[in-house]
């Protein structure tokens, strides 16, 4: 192990490279707190080609590479599995490299954050249109690319922010660089269009959880902010669930042009208001669903046609309008102007000290949504056995139900699923019980949402083999994957054990 240290330190300064016991363990989690692998070295490069020579020399030392973005994988997907290998921390690489304002094109370094692009770009007028993922203030472009995030707002107009990829450079995990798009002809000056010059070759790093390659430059479309705005919040009827889907299925039958439409069930406004989830919420005293859209257009006309129309089919539903202002409850003027949409999750993360969110985000139809959050519920009972174990030993049952339901491309929503349970430490042979007891729920509850026939996007270690372990990918599909997946990196030391490709140890 020393002597792969000392190589890698010549590649990287000292100063960028750990094998520290703290600086270890620091990088051994993501988001959840229950899967763990303590890797053997952090390294940080500083560029494409410090990212080849470390893949050169684990190749040559056959140990497994992690990239890592900001960390914040809910599935464990940017921390090794088991105890072993090179974490490669991208954080150091978060500059701006180019704005092509004229051909609206941002070049950005993979470990920048939505947000810190974002804070840039609104100094033209422009943004990133999808705003990335809800955890934007620092999950990093690369992560986003590699999961396929979504839900960070202005997703219900475009899309993943996958949708709005032109180009990539990546590191194959062999260490070759590669350019892809516009970028695959030498001659080609700038980055200009993602398709062409061949096949789609970006998009086979698009949502690959790593294990593909390392991304390092990203060129991205930008937009201009529209100047006129309008946000309303509802609160729903009963029945809410079907409520917002009828909603959302006739914004998109009409061809209403919406920038973000989401739904929040009443389970999360009944458990999130006493908790002080967000003090806004104490003016929706009835603790039914919320549903609320937002609307951008380039006049005032525009905006005023578009809100008649969407507040046409809203007012056929009983919804409730609780008023322009923050303090009103308007939950999207807060989620649109004052960047809620990338504090709104924090909140639902944090909200029951020593709790821990176990999610099952993932994608399905609009007409799909209603049914799958009363299948969990269904769930719920059916589990309480292991429900009531934990409730023995902790006095708090594990709370199942799903968070926000987010319009995204097309007629498909995001869900943000799940339950939160017990993780502290708590002593003696009862913290293995309670160990072992949310691991099977989270299995069985990740399995029942597979077999609802969902979509996967951000999949790191837990849900990438999961898929495999209950075969859910056709042996076709799984087949030719694995066989990209040899042909670019036979060693397999890119992201080791996701989608069980393990290669020889
Ligand atoms: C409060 C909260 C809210 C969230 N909201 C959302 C949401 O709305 N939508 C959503 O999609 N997700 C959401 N997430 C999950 C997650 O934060 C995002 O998916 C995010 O995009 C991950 O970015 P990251 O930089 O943390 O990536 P990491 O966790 O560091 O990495 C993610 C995956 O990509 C790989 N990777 C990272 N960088 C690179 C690179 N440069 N090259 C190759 N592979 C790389 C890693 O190996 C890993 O498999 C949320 C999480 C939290 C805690």
Redesign the pocket.
Known sequence: MLDLYNKLEKIVNAKYISNDIYVRHAYSR??DLVLQGVPDIVIRPKDAEEISEILKVANEENIAV?????????FG??KPIGDNGIVLD?KRMNKILNLDEENLIVTVE?GISWGKLNEYLCHYGLYTGCM????GMS??I???I??H????GGCAKYGACTNQLVSLEVVLPTGEIIETGSQANRFSKIPFNRFGNGPDLAGIFCGD??IF???AKISLQVFPKPEFADYKTFLMPRKSAETAAQIMADIRNKGIDVYDAMFIPDVVIGVGSPQGLFPLWDHIKKKRGIFFYTIEANSEIELKEKTKQIDSIISNTKSEYLGPEISNGNIAKWHYKEQGHWQF??NL?GMFPSMQPLTA?CFCTINAFPEILRDIDQWDLEHNEDMQKIFNITKIRPISGSGPVVLIDGTNV?ITAGFVSFWGYYEDEFHEIIEETNLKLWKSLLERLIKHGTQW??M?DFMSRLMVDIGAYSAEFYNLMKSIKKRLDPKMIL?RGKFNFWGEK
């Open positions: 993501n988001v992690i990239p890592r973005g900001a960390g914040i994988c809910e997907g940017s991208l993979a990335g993922p809800g955890s999950a990093s690369g992560g986003g590699s999961h995030s979504v839900g960070g959880n790593g390659g390392v991304k999750y924090h993360w985000e995001e996007y951000m790191g992201s």
